[in-house]
Every structure is written in C-alpha cells, then in structure tokens.
C-alpha cells in the first residue's frame, strides 16, 4: 500500500498551536518565531484543504474538522515516541559487539574491557578477529584498526603513533615483513607475516627483527624478551578506535570510549 506523505513538522505545529490555542505559545514551545507556526498552519490547511483554526471573539478556536483528526495526531505521536524508544533501546543495551585485531586485543584491549567491566558487571561482550568486517554485516558497535585516520568513520586514537624495531635477545640480522610497515629500501625479508600479530610471534620467537608499533611490544620491551634496535620513533599508522556516526553517538558507545580514553 502507497503510503501518503505526511508533513510531520506542520503536524507537530498544530498540535501545539490546538493545545495552547495561541500561535504566540505554540512558538516559545517550539522555539520558533510565530510567524513561523502560522507559515506552518497555513501550509498545513493549504496541504489539507481544510480550515484548522479561526478567530473569534474570544480568541483562536479550532474547527469541527480540526477536532475531528486531533486525537488521533495525539495518539499517532505517542506511537512515535514508542517507536523511537524502541529503536533506542540498543543504547542502553548491557551488549558490546567489538572486532579488534588479536595482537591488540591481547596486549592492549583485554585488559581495560576488563577493568570496564569491574565498573559494569553486567555488560557482555562480542569479540570479532577481522577488524575490517562490515558493521552492518557483523552488527558491530566498534573496531580497532591500525589505520592512519578514521577515514569516513567516527573514531579517537588509543595510542599515538609510534614504532620500533625490535628483536629477541640472539635472534640473526634479519627482516620480519608484515603489510603494515614497509622495510627499509633495500631491504629484503626472509620471513612474510601477513600481520603485526605473526610478526611479533616471529619476533619472540627469534626469527629475526621487525618494525612494530611501540604499543604492540611495550611489555615485551620491558621485560627482556624484545630488545630495541631502533626507536622508538614517531610513525605513520596508530590503533584507532572507529565506528559510524550513529553508533558513536550511543550512550554505550561514549561509555565505552571514555573509559578507553581515560587517563590510567
């Protein structure tokens, strides 16, 4: 079934202007100029083809015709307050769907959802491995990316941008190479890793040194089982937290990404 269109602010406007039964009234509600609400109820009536309101006397007064739909315009707008409620409903939601790369989650990510949860016991979480899944089609609230921006997304970094290279303790004077961080010209790797995480399993591992992002292998660094070579430095790509405009603006999704970002 065709459905008609409605000019839904015009209807908003006359069911405030029939409450107040002043265009004056109906304005500082809505926030608008009067002239404003009779443009609106004349386009309205135009639309229609029916008299809303008429002067008398006394004051505005509705007509018969203007009676006749109002109650239905009430309980229609409480239908969609209903409606937006519902579809709302996913913001106040205790679920978080999350695709984040491994390595991250491991070394970074795991632990302050942990300790997000501490403060919200009853939140629940879906973990997805590919970070570049659709949202849509993984249903995601959030991803982790090792990007160079958010792109079209909404999104914050985690961390800045930096990179090292680093080896373990004895590991041979070879390269590790993974797509996210180009060797040096002229360089030649003797291991492929098809990401940060295989290349930093390379890494402890002692099949040679890698360019990683500094966030990856602070731990490692710190406890001896990487060593520095070089840097670290400032570097191109850093692990963005991203989704789009409609998630971020949820309230769990803010709750989420203040907590990420807050000051350890």
Excluded: C
């Excluded at 006359?14 to 109820?41: K, N, Y």
């Amino acid at each position: 079934m065709k459905r008609t269109h409605l000019p839904l602010n015009a209807l908003r406007v006359f069911d405030a202007a029939a409450r107040h039964l002043s265009f004056t009234r109906a304005a500082d509600e809505l926030a608008v100029t009067p002239a404003a609400v009779g443009q609106q109820i004349r386009a309205l009536e135009d639309h229609l083809g029916t008299v809303l309101f008429r002067r008398t006397s006394r004051g505005l007064e509705l007509t018969d015709e203007a009676l006749a739909g109002l109650d239905a315009l009430r309980e229609g707008f409480l239908r969609f307050e209903e409606s937006v409620q519902s579809m709302q409903a996913g913001q106040a939601s205790d679920r978080y769907t999350i695709a984040a790369p491994r390595e991250f989650y491991a070394q970074w990510l795991a632990p302050r959802l942990a300790r997000f949860r501490t403060a919200n016991p009853d939140i629940h979480f879906q973990l997805v491995a590919d970070e570049n899944a659709d949202f849509t089609e993984a249903n995601l609230d959030v991803a982790v990316r090792l990007v160079d921006g958010p792109g079209e997304l909404e999104g914050v970094e985690l961390a800045p941008a930096r990179r090292v290279v680093v080896a373990a303790p004895g590991a041979p004077d070879s390269w590790i190479d993974w797509p996210g961080a180009p060797l040096p010209e002229g360089a030649e790797a003797q291991v492929q890793a098809g990401n940060a995480g295989q290349a930093l399993s390379s890494s402890l591992a002692g099949l040679g040194k890698a360019i990683l992002p500094y966030l990856l292998v602070e731990d490692a660094l710190e406890d001896g089982r990487l060593t520095a070579l070089e840097g670290p430095d400032e570097g191109r790509r850093a692990y963005w937290l991203v989704a789009p405009l409609p998630q971020w603006r949820q309230k769990k999704v803010k709750a989420l990404v203040a907590s990420l970002t807050a000051d350890e």
